[in-house]
């Protein structure tokens, strides 16, 4: 039998840390379903109702830090590991978090556990926009990230999506398309930073496992040696604004539009940053929606033969009336 094909016989157990959040616990139920073994790092005092969810899906699940756990109890959460997912990080860290130490700290520490367990494939969940002078810090510390990784000598492969969309498990959301939807159906008008003008290609979180679940399965673990990176974007290119558009068609409310100048964003992202435990905007989400986000090549499509759902489609997996708005305000 081929390397290949043993692979995708006895692909192992799969370890995803990050795993209480929106890809990890997407990506747990879409493994499990696959029939493999999964192991979930998760933080300590995690949402009890996030860990039920992971729970439901007959996964298995270890809370430990990376950064402040004892080295034995990590050991024994990557014992056994065959290939690892990393997903640690925030777009929105709270109040005293560091950008740095979320992205590159716990990459280098995670690096050090699949290197001591012997982990043959890992794949690295970053962003779109990742790279050395990105005007971002968020996407300047992803990239420091991504280098921790390659240093490493491990078998690994990186995936940079766009912003991510729709839900087909759980409760959680992409932190940005939450808010807007809770705009949305609480507001008469929505505020947009620049009149949103920067163009962005969502991606279904669907597409984006399924991807993920593709470099697991289908590849060997010696196409990763060079630690290749992928791009992955949704089929339609929209501007911000006409992107919110499509949330408020597929909630059925229509609203207006405020213009939010980028000078009065940075005042409301200060004052945020000091008042509130994780901001409503901070001044680095400004510098991230002053640019656009979107795809050179669309290495989901190219290289691993994924069509993406359309933007509508894709938002049709929230809930769709507007009599059930006070479940969905619940639920995000």
């Known amino acids: 039998m081929s390397e290949q094909n043993e692979t995708e016989r006895q692909p192992g157990l799969t370890l995803i840390d990050g795993a209480t959040g ?24 995690a949402n009890s109702s996030d860990l039920a969810m992971l729970k439901s899906c007959q996964a298995e699940i270890v809370s430990a830090d990376l950064l402040q756990d004892d080295g034995e109890l990590l050991k024994k959460a990557f014992a056994g590991v065959r290939q690892a997912v990393h997903l640690i990080g925030s777009i929105a860290p709270r ?17 050090q556990l699949c290197r001591e367990a012997a982990v043959a ?48 498990f759980g409760l959680r959301d992409s932190k ?19 009149g949103g003008g920067n163009r962005i290609q969502p991606l279904f979180i669907g597409d ?14 010696d196409a990763f040696a060079r630690a290749p990176v992928l791009e992955l974007g949704g089929g339609q290119v929209l501007t911000m604004r006409e992107f919110v558009q499509e949330i408020m068609n597929g909630l059925g409310l229509q609203r207006k539009f405020i213009d939010v100048p980028i000078p009065l964003a940075h005042l ?16 680095d989400q400004i510098r991230i929606s002053m640019v656009d986000n979107i795809c050179g090549t669309n290495d ?5 033969g994924i069509e993406p759902l359309s933007v509508s489609e894709a938002l049709r997996s929230y809930t769709r009336t507007v009599g059930d708005q006070a479940a969905l305000l619940e639920k995000v």
Request: glycine content about 6%.
């Open 22 to 45: 929106y890809v990890g616990s997407h990506l747990t139920d879409y493994l499990t379903r696959q029939g493999l073994a999964v192991r979930c790092l998760t933080r300590r005092g």
């Open 95 to 111: 109040k005293g978090e560091s950008l740095s130490t979320l992205h590159v700290e716990q990459t280098r520490k995670f690096a």
């Open 121 to 168: 494939k890992v794949v690295m969940v970053t962003a779109l926009g990742t790279k050395q002078d990105a005007l971002s810090e968020y996407h300047r510390t992803k990239w420091l990230a991504e280098e921790e990784l390659k240093r490493s000598g491990l078998n690994c492969i990186i995936v940079r999506p766009s912003l991510l969309i729709g839900r087909t």
């Open 176 to 194: 940005l398309v939450r808010r807007f939807r809770e705009l949305i159906v609480k507001k008469a008008r929505v505020p947009l930073i620049g």
């Open 208 to 221: 984006l496992v399924a991807a993920i679940a593709k470099c697991l399965l289908t590849y060997r673990a």
């Open 268 to 283: 409301v992202a200060f004052v945020a940053e000091i008042a509130q435990e994780v901001p409503v905007v901070s001044q």
């Open 300 to 304: 989901l499509t190219s290289k691993l």
